[in-house]
């Protein structure tokens, strides 16, 4: 099937800096990929859609000033957690779409963000 | 809005069969899905139904009803490697794809 990866599978950073995460379809060109985030104990929550050679459509409540994407070409997606402050911690999830399937969505392996 | 509901915890013997239920109220569907995941990965995906019915896939099932707005998950011949959080999600919307995610019912299988 499908494979997406992500990078970092992991990040310790101070608060105030910044942090970019990627997402890459390997083997397939996704011209739709999404972005979860889940806290502790609870479900994925859909930050984010991100969109190739366009602005990403935020879901209500996300600061699209805090949490840069960027869709630069078919394979890639970037998620920039600007400014992290202790509350971002989290695993960040991204999704890609196959349009060559009919509905599927795979996902990546995950990165786990944590800021001191 | 998108409503999804789904027990938060359900503990079954190896070797036994559980049935994690779902009801969604959604402002659209095309399709549900369900996902396994375990803790600290990603989802894996499991099963899809987009017509009422039931879809066998080995030792896991599921239905759909969508007059109900109802979903289960069957999970036979439990085993040890079983024990995680079962996701369901609903497609609300044929163009955009998005998903929205219940809160998660944890499995626990004991020996």
């Known amino acids: 099937g499908a494979v997406v990866s992500q990078h970092p599978s992991w990040v310790i950073c101070k608060s105030g800096t910044s942090v970019k995460i990627e997402c890459r379809s390997l083997?397939?060109?996704?011209?739709?990929m999404f972005w979860y985030r889940q806290f502790p104990k609870q479900s994925l929550m859909l930050m984010a859609t991100?969109?190739?050679?366009?602005?990403?459509?935020?879901e209500q409540g996300v600061e699209k000033d805090k949490f840069l994407i960027n869709h630069a070409s078919l394979t890639l997606s970037t998620l920039t957690v600007t400014s992290a402050h202790p509350e971002d911690s989290s695993f960040y999830i991204c999704s890609a779409r196959d349009p060559g399937a009919s509905y599927e969505q795979y996902f990546g392996p995950g990165t786990r963000l944590t800021v001191t | 809005g998108q409503n999804i509901d789904q027990p938060t915890e359900m503990t079954a013997t190896e070797g036994a069969i559980v049935q994690i239920n779902c009801t969604y109220q959604t402002s659209g569907f095309n399709g549900l899905f369900w996902y396994q995941q375990h803790a600290g990965e990603a989802p894996t995906f499991l099963s899809y139904n987009v017509l009422d019915g039931l879809e066998e896939k080995g030792r896991f099932s599921s239905f759909l009803s969508r007059s109900k707005g109802y979903s289960y998950l069957l999970l036979k011949e439990l085993q040890m490697k079983d024990s995680a959080s079962y996701l369901c999600?609903?497609?609300?919307?044929?163009?955009?794809?998005?998903?929205?995610f219940g809160a998660g019912t944890t499995v626990t299988v004991r020996a």
């Open positions: 083997d397939f060109q996704a011209t739709t």
């Open positions: 999600a609903v497609s609300g919307d044929y163009n955009d794809y998005k998903l929205s």
């Open positions: 991100s969109n190739e050679g366009s602005k990403a459509t935020y």
